[in-house]
Nanobody, 130 residues
Framework: QAHAVQSGGGSVQPGGSLTLSCEVS????????MAWFRQVAGKGREGVAS???????????ESVRGRFAVSRDSRDLPKERLNLQMNNVNPEDTGTYYC????????????????????WGRGTEVTVSS
């Protein structure tokens, strides 16, 4: 059964950097899309960035474009490692970050929509504060 294990996160000052990682294990099927979502109390889960494993296409939330970078490392297949490099963070980036993955093929562009994904990490806290 596929599962995702997250690492990274913590507290950082505005303007600082942080890296999140997620190891996705999927022994029975290929993963086609992986993504990062975030959530703050009282709000729904918001898609931050996604990456396609078939063509490397990336999608970003507009407010993080140019500051965050999503990447993957597939050197240890069938495990996939998903990373999120967060630069020049601001207090609005505070939240619980979740990694997600799916083996369902829907084309080479991975949407930032929660209903696309069926494997989820447990979440990691990111706090941006001075």
């Amino acid at each position: 059964q596929a599962h995702a294990v997250q690492s990274g996160g913590g507290s950082v000052q505005p303007g600082g950097s942080l890296t999140l990682s997620c190891e996705v294990s999927s022994p029975t099927y290929s993963v086609y899309c992986m993504a990062w979502f975030r959530q703050v109390a009282g709000k729904g889960r918001e898609g931050v960035a996604s990456i396609s494993t078939s063509n490397g296409a990336k999608v970003y939330l507009e407010s993080v474009r140019g500051r965050f970078a999503v990447s993957r490392d597939s050197r240890d297949l069938p495990k996939e490692r998903l990373n999120l490099q967060m630069n020049n963070v601001n207090p609005e980036d505070t939240g619980t970050y979740y990694c997600a993955a799916t083996g369902l093929w829907r084309g080479g562009r991975c949407a930032l929509s929660t209903d696309w994904y069926d494997v989820w990490g447990r979440g990691t806290e990111v706090t941006v504060s001075s």
